[in-house]
């Protein structure tokens, strides 16, 4: 039986355009300034960098390090209120989350850094529907990539494998990985052809368990 839905935050229930502003926009235009470049050559500089690193690695989401590696003197907290503007919400996600959390317990396992989780939270206003908020990178210092983290995550909320669902835009960090451990997995994937383990919209979940 299932108790517990796991969700992945960015693509999966907001649409991912907050994080690209200030991965790919803020960083950038700070980095152009600090060394008197184009705003273009900077964000090819800074691409560049990003994929040295890749999306596997624990570092990629650190913006403490990243800041630091690129000399940019700004605060965190700056950076990131400059663009909490550009957090939406994905269309129905506020529908499902509302309708699930009547039946389950609905937590947040993202590898996004706690300071972008909280903010997007906050200012979508669904902090109080997760009992529990748990960031891979910054609370476990793992990328969901591991099979450990989806076993931690069991441990840590007290369920086994087989009484939670996890669901999250990415195929691998959010389904191939969390199926290797016994725990039923969906594909968010909105664009993309439904199948047992892809849902196009959040509100099919309702109709899966």
């Not at 690209?20 to 060394?35: D, I, K, S, T």
């Not at 937590?107 to 997760?130: D, M, Q, W, Y």
Request: aromatic fraction near 10%.
């Amino acid at each position: 039986m299932k108790k517990v839905i796991s969700f992945d935050l960015d693509g999966t229930i907001v649409d991912g355009v907050y994080g690209n502003m200030v991965w790919l926009e803020g960083v950038p235009a700070r980095y152009a300034r600090r060394y008197s470049m184009p705003l273009e050559d900077a964000k090819k500089a800074v691409k560049k960098e990003y994929d040295s690193i890749g999306e596997a690695h624990l570092l990629w989401y650190d913006i403490d390090y990243w800041l630091k590696r690129f000399d940019l003197h700004v605060p965190i907290p700056e950076l990131l209120d400059c663009y909490i503007d550009h957090i939406q919400l994905l269309p129905f996600a506020l529908d499902a989350i509302c309708a699930l959390k009547e039946r389950y317990t609905l937590v947040i396992a993202s590898n996004a850094a706690r300071i972008f989780v909280e903010k997007e939270l906050a200012h979508t206003g669904l902090a109080p529907a997760f009992s529990r908020v748990i960031s891979a990178t910054s609370d476990f210092r793992m990328v969901k990539k591991q099979e450990a983290f989806f076993l931690r995550l069991c441990s840590t909320l007290g369920v086994s494998p087989a009484e939670i669902v996890h669901v999250g835009d990415h195929a691998v960090f959010d389904v191939e990985v969390p199926l290797s451990v016994g725990i039923d997995a969906y594909h968010y994937n909105p664009g993309g052809e439904g199948n047992g383990r892809t849902i196009q919209d959040l509100r099919g979940l309702l109709d899966l368990i």
